[in-house]
Nanobody, 121 residues
Framework: QVQLVESGGGLVHPGGSLRLSCLAS????????MYWYRQVSGKHRELVAV???????NYADSVKGRFTISRDNAKNTVYLQMNSLKTEDTAVYFC???????????????WGQGTQVTVSS
């Protein structure tokens, strides 16, 4: 069994920073792409950032220049550094990863439980 656990969410003032972490644990053989999504209540889940196994990244236009995704393959962890936060960044942030287990043959999409980020004065 594999699970993703996010941490690092919280309340921050506009212009502030937060760093989210997402640790993958369990019977992991390898991890392919890792992603951060966010969702506001009543709206669709939005892709925020993606990082490939080789470190190539891509971002939603709304966060380019403010957010940075990174990963530590040795620790099975993906990070999201969020700077210059705006009120519209308020959402539940979810990590997602394509994980092949030690007993499986395919990469499966796995989700974390989400962490709340609130940007408010």
């Amino acid at each position: 069994q594999v699970q993703l656990v996010e941490s690092g969410g919280g309340l921050v003032h506009p212009g502030g920073s937060l760093r989210l972490s997402c640790l993958a644990s369990g019977s992991i053989f390898s991890i392919n792409g890792m992603y951060w999504y966010r969702q506001v209540s009543g709206k669709h889940r939005e892709l925020v950032a993606v990082i490939t196994v080789t470190g190539r990244t891509n971002y939603a236009d709304s966060v380019k220049g403010r957010f940075t995704i990174s990963r530590d393959n040795a620790k099975n962890t993906v990070y999201l550094q969020m700077n210059s936060l705006k009120t519209e960044d308020t959402a539940v942030y979810f990590c997602n990863a394509e994980i092949k287990t030690s007993y499986g043959s395919d990469y499966l999409s796995t989700w974390g439980q989400g962490t709340q980020v609130t940007v408010s004065s």
